[in-house]
């Protein structure tokens, strides 16, 4: 499995073979065809417990994370907590 | 005096002061401040992931799920529909089915839209939440709230973050004598006598972030909250005397020369 580099987004990115395009939390991303949400989290880095995923719009079963499948113009969002109190901020 | 336990939708909490987990430092002053107020309840946001920089810590890897109950809550949403997609995505965050539920109405001053808060809470309880609603000082919608199935009641004492106390004490105690179920004073505490105030009209618990966040030294401040709120319910359980225009000697008039 192969990450792209986020910043090189643009015509560049769309040359690579096998590779489609998403956003995650906004930002625009190449990620190889057949990747599962699972996947992506492990690229990222992200421990799959304490984060809910919306597919578009769809909150995922935790238990589906591998097997939901991602595809171009998917958007998804990568949810946790953060310190808060009543004030609002980084809104989705 | 014993067996005074704040129960809350069937679970039992040893600290009647709640916080909120915002505008610290960092997360160890967070924590030192959290631990400083007793406080076995914390308020945390719904956001995004930071993907881009993952050497961010997690404030969940401070504060132990299991240690703490850790309560999400909706700030920052102005719509039914949002405070409900905030809402769903903290309890597929898996920590549990409670929700501090916030729909704000106005941008300056943060009240909320209780009329929003009803439509939305309506909603969540259904899908089986433990609704937490951050209310309005206004009895009436207290009752509502209450009549769909709130188990407890957070109305503001002032707006969030204003620090201004409680400015409207007389719909509180209205509020109180109203309904049966816990009231948590949630937001506008400024200092520890606001806290002890409450906890003295009857209110059952406080939550403040601010309060404490801001002041100038927030672990010392959430100390003096903790007092202030074990002060105020102490006083408010021991019954304090009638207010009298004027004066009752307290020493005896008998054997005076």
Redesign the interface.
Known sequence: MRVLD?ECSGPAQREVEGSIKIR????QRAISVGMTVGQLLRD???GP??????LN?Q????REFDQRTLQEGDRV???????????????? | MTDDRLIVAGREFKSRLWVGTGKYKDFIETKKAIDAAGADVVTVAVRRVNITDRSKENLLDYLDPKKYTILPNTAGCYTVEEALRYARLARAAGVSDLIKLEVIGDERTLFPDTAGLIEAAKILIKEGFVVLPYTNDDPVVAQKLVDIGCPAVMPLAAPIGSGLGIRNPYNLKIIREMIKVPIIVDAGVGTASDATLAMEYGCDAVLMNTAIAGARDPIAMAEAMKYAVEAGRLAFRAGRIPRKLYATASSPIEGML
């Open positions: 986020p995650v939390n906004g930002e990222l880095q992200i417990e304490r984060v809910a995923i919306e719009l909150i995922i079963d935790r969002e990568i949810i946790s907590f953060i310190g808060g109190g009543g004030e609002g901020m980084g809104q989705l």
